[in-house]
């Protein structure tokens, strides 16, 4: 580079072009020549002369150079001191859970603890079955001969013998005296019944009964009489009351005796036997259901009869 006194005599053309400053220096007789220096070497040129002109504007800040390449890392520096603990975290959630850890050794058995009280005698449970017979044992000694038993009494007398053969016949003798009639032997068996007759001619028939039932007519509680075989008795009462069937001793009805029952009136009829007399009925009822119902009674032993009709309990 050429040196120079003064910078009046230059014309200078500055740029910026990375670090570099490129400049143009025109000089007597030099005709322009294009220059590059570095801001290094310029200030050492004004160290060098001493020369410092005044101090001129500021010029406009140059373009931001490119970024040069990162340096190495430094050195780190000493651990700083220990920040105040935080505050605490909200819990998480719970994590899964683990697998289960194999099972441990058996502890040691305990001390047996104090026997507890009798519990009550359970049920007898059932018999079990009969064991199968053992075999019988070795026969013992014989022992000594017991005393001789008082005797027995007298056994029954043996069947008699078959009869001997019938000697020979002796000489007639002379005819006794005639004994006494001896008892009348047993009634023989019944023979055989004999062959049934012819049948015998029909009979005439008998006139025709009557089919019209007379009645009989009761305001009050009543007790049956003969004369009421075959009749409607009716039972005109306004309140509750009583038809009594009497004893065959008192009332001899014929077996098999109808007796027709009408409850005409608003009292309800009850039908009853009398002491010693059954009076039985589909379900238990002797009771007629209201007015206008009715009953039949059959009578079907001594003391027996039956209630057939619109009865409840």
Not at 122 to 137: E, F, I, M, R, V
Not at 153 to 158: I, K, L, N, R
Not at 281 to 308: P, Y
Request: hydrophobic share 30%; charged share 10%.
């Amino acid at each position: 580079m050429a040196e120079y006194k003064t910078l009046v005599d230059l014309d200078e053309v500055l740029s910026v072009a990375g670090t570099d400053l490129v400049y143009t220096v025109v000089s007597p007789g030099s005709g322009g020549l294009d220059r590059k220096v570095t801001w290094a070497s310029i200030g050492a040129y004004f160290a060098s002369t001493a020369l410092k002109g005044d101090t001129g504007d500021a010029g406009p800040q140059g373009a931001t150079g490119a970024t040069g390449a990162q340096g190495a890392q430094g050195d780190t520096g000493p651990q700083g001191a220990q920040g105040p603990q935080g505050d605490t975290g909200a819990q998480g959630a719970a994590g899964a859970q683990g697998a289960q850890g194999p099972q441990g050794a058996q502890g040691d058995t305990g001390a047996q603890g104090a026997t507890g009280a009798q519990g009550p005698q359970g049920d007898t449970g059932p018999q079990g079955a009969q064991g199968d017979t053992g075999p019988q044992g070795a026969q013992g000694d014989t022992g000594a001969q017991g005393a001789t038993g008082a005797q027995g009494p007298q056994g029954d007398t043996g069947a008699q013998g078959p009869q001997g053969d019938t000697g020979p016949q002796g000489d007639t003798g002379p005819q006794g005296d005639t004994g006494a009639t001896g008892p009348q032997g047993d009634t023989g068996p019944q023979g055989d019944t004999g062959a049934q007759g012819a049948q015998g001619p029909q009979g005439d028939q008998g006139e025709s009964g009557s089919a019209a039932l007379s009645t009989n007519e009761e305001t009050a509680s009543y007790t049956l009489v003969l004369t009421d075989a075959a009749k409607v008795v009716e039972m005109n009462v306004a309140t509750t009351n009583t038809l009594t069937v009497p004893a065959n001793a008192s009332v001899a009805f014929a077996v098999g005796t109808q007796i027709l029952v009408l409850q005409t009136g608003a009292g309800q009829t009850t039908i009853a036997g009398d002491s010693g007399v059954t009076v039985n009925s589909a379900g238990g009822g002797l009771t007629l259901l209201g007015q206008w119902s009715s009953a039949v009674l059959v009578k079907r032993a001594t003391d027996s009869w039956v209630a057939i009709g619109d009865l409840v309990a």
